[in-house]
């Protein structure tokens, strides 16, 4: 066994493979940038090297800067981790030449499968069903947009070299073609050092599912089942789970089978994973291999008990797999959900700054038998950087069937806090209460089909809102209790607790009387039945477990104002709980409208302008590109919603802006 390893990665994933290899007794060696100095993974590791500048360009994927530092610390081996030089012949090279192991597959089944045209070539060889596309490189847009006519749209622009969304575009006529193949290459130039690009049909309702591989150096090769990534926003998994809620034995066994097919044609080792794009009837088609460890790798390990870094290492030492085929079992369901620095109400874009508030719910094994996992590279107090992949972490539930694996993923996202950023624990918290995902009837379309004008919030219904009325009339009625005990006061001037109460959620008013009993208030509504109320909160709390009428909801809490802010299942309304008198009056009190910004465009996030498509005086048109704003290694079109006319340009080519920082305005 190894005796110490580098790992050549960051974040989240790196955090994953130190305690693996702690486990095994093995010493780790981190490796950071400038603005990874006081980084998770660097304070985890035995020891760490500076490899360079901010940018990944300048760090994490300069090949001689990782070797480098291997051998000046003595490394035995390097785990890849995900992205950056995992799939990358080179540096398998590299760390070969340098008398280095690398933990991962030989460097021909990298080359082979790495490229997304080559793969496709060496799978339709080998029999595996493949989709209809143009696998040869292309030059240019033009020609690009001649492809996919001939082809039929939709379809898909790819990096050859690409991976977890980024380079990839879908073109539903020429003129999207055209600006997706720019875009792509831009991207995959940016990210992974080439520019080559292959189009290919778009299934239309596809599901996406993956399977998971693993091998030795001895010619034995196992697959551990599939994983469910159709929930994906511009073609970035969101939401994972194991098994897939729509695969049967049959099926699994057939998409198992070809995967290790391919998986020894071209002589592999290590964990890998074999993509396939699914249509309605079962069918199946080959997409990509990926020849490293992938980001949603723990639902495989919670369905199948087995830890795939420590297979990794072990493989890689010259050990034999433990098991065989007969022996893989999947044991209950696990679903993943990624937590993000993008802010839903922003359309998902990128959000950067510090975590002020970073607690994650307790892992391990609850009361009901379920078991939350949560694999991160952040911590309270930490900073989320502009400059690399903005996933904070990977949450994790699993239960023995899959709607208890939601019921535990939903609980979990309430119990888990996050402030000082935009994140996506609110949409994710959303999704797990939508029949249609309960159902598992996913496509990759999910949610575009299921937020087409985005997401702001879910808005609660009538059970909902009294339940949270119910919830923000025992806080009243907690910090008033508090406030009537300050010491001091004259002993007969008692301070009087009002019994009845309105309580307003989501423009819906609760009239109301408070009970308090010795285990818990109840909360007795005029209009419905009564709800009674207990939980350890106290004044200055952000979250706590409400017990309602028998049922326990985690909710976050935050004064806003005059009222409480409360989340909670998506929900995020801000509750008032008045006397009765001062609810009429709050009946008439003016709203304040926003600001007019109908003729401005503003920065919608923290980023780069790396490009500007106008001049001042230009007349632009509906859906015309604006300018191109890069954040977090993707670009972002910005376009006109209507015909205007440029009225002026407040910002320049390469000049980094904050959110809501004036770009341009229109007459």
């Known amino acids: 066994m190894f005796r110490k390893i580098l790992i050549a990665n960051r974040g989240e994933i790196a955090c994953r493979v130190i305690r693996t290899a702690r486990k095994l007794g093995i010493a780790t060696v981190a490796v950071y940038s400038d603005a990874d100095r006081d980084a998770l993974h660097v304070k985890m590791a035995d020891e760490a090297v500076h490899i360079g500048p901010s940018p990944s360009s300048q760090s994490y994927i300069v090949i001689a800067r990782i070797v480098d530092a291997a051998k000046a610390v003595g490394a035995d081996a390097v785990h890849p981790g995900y992205g ?19 933990i991962g597959p030989p460097v021909a089944a990298i080359e082979a499968m790495g490229d997304k045209i080559t793969s496709k070539r060496i799978a339709a060889a080998a029999g595996v069903s493949t989709v209809p596309g143009h696998m040869d490189l292309i030059e240019d847009a033009d020609e690009a947009v001649r492809i996919a006519a001939s082809i039929g749209y939709p379809v898909m622009i790819k990096a050859s070299a690409g991976g977890g969304g980024k380079g990839m575009r879908i073109a539903w006529k020429d003129r999207e073609a055209r600006e997706g193949f ?10 992974f050092g080439d520019d080559r690009i292959f189009i290919e049909k778009f299934v239309t309702e596809p599901r996406h599912i993956e399977i998971q591989v693993l091998g030795d150096r001895h010619g034995n090769i196992v697959y551990l089942g599939e994983r469910e990534c159709s929930i ?17 034995p049959a099926t699994r066994k057939a998409m198992g089978e070809q995967a290790v097919a391919l998986a020894r044609e071209v002589g592999y080792f290590s964990a890998g994973t074999v993509e396939f794009i699914v249509d309605g009837k079962k069918n199946f088609y080959f997409l990509e291999m990926n020849t490293r460890l992938q980001v949603e790798h723990p639902v495989t390990e919670l369905v199948t008990g087995l830890d795939l870094v420590e297979e990794m290492i072990r493989i890689a030492a010259g050990e034999k797999l433990r098991f065989g085929q007969d022996d893989v079992k999947l044991n209950g369901w696990a679903i993943e959900s990624r937590l993000y620095a993008e802010d839903p109400y922003r359309n998902f874009l990128p959000s950067i700054g510090r975590l002020t508030r970073y607690r994650p719910p307790v892992e391990g094994q609850r009361e009901d038998g379920t078991v939350v996992r949560n694999d991160t590279g952040v911590f309270e107090g930490g900073e989320i950087s502009m400059y690399y992949d903005p996933m904070i972490a990977k949450l994790c539930a699993w239960a023995p069937g899959r709607s208890k694996a939601i019921d535990a993923m939903a609980r979990a996202l309430d119990d888990f806090e996050m402030e000082g950023i935009g994140h996506n624990l609110p949409f994710l918290s959303a999704v797990m209460a939508q029949p249609r995902f309960r159902e598992g009837r996913l496509t990759t379309a999910y949610i575009q089909e299921e937020f087409p004008d985005g997401f702001q919030g879910d808005e609660p219904d ?53 009970v ?37 909801v985690g909710v976050k809490v935050s004064l806003d104002g005059s009222g409480l802010r409360l989340r909670w299942r998506g929900i995020d309304v801000t509750a008032f709980v008045r006397s009765p008198r001062v609810a009429e009056l709050a009946r008439l009190m003016p709203v304040k409208t926003p600001p007019d910004t109908s003729k401005m465009l503003l920065c919608p996030m923290p980023g780069v302008i790396t490009l500007l498509a106008v001049q001042v005086g230009d007349t632009v048109e509906a859906g015309q590109a604006l300018a191109t704003v890069e954040a977090m290694k993707m670009e972002n079109v910005l376009r006109a919603e209507r015909r205007a006319v440029v009225k002026a340009i407040a910002a320049r080519a390469g000049a980094s802006l904050a959110v809501d920082e004036l770009i341009m305005e229109f007459e």
Request: proline fraction near 4%; include cysteine.
């Open 516 to 552: 308090q009993g010795a285990a818990c208030d109840v909360i007795a509504f005029t209009d419905g039945p009564s709800l009674a109320v207990s939980s350890d909160w106290l004044p200055g709390d952000s979250h706590a477990t409400f017990v309602v009428d028998g049922e326990a």
């Open 462 to 514: 009538d059970a909902q809102a009294r339940l949270l009325a119910a919830v923000a009339a025992f806080i009243n009625a907690r910090i008033a209790r508090r406030s009537a005990q300050i010491s001091g006061a004259l002993a007969n001037h008692p301070r009087s607790i009002g019994k009845d109460w309105v309580a307003t959620v989501a423009e819906r008013e609760f009239a109301l009387a408070m």
């Open 232 to 248: 994906q926003r511009r073609n970035q998994k969101v939401i994972e789970e194991a098994p897939s809620p729509f695969l049967d």
């Open 182 to 191: 720019q875009s792509s290459r831009n991207e995959a130039k940016a990210s």
């Open 84 to 102: 950056f030089l995992s799939e990358n012949a080179n540096f398998a090279d590299a760390l070969k030449d340098a008398g280095i192991l690398f």
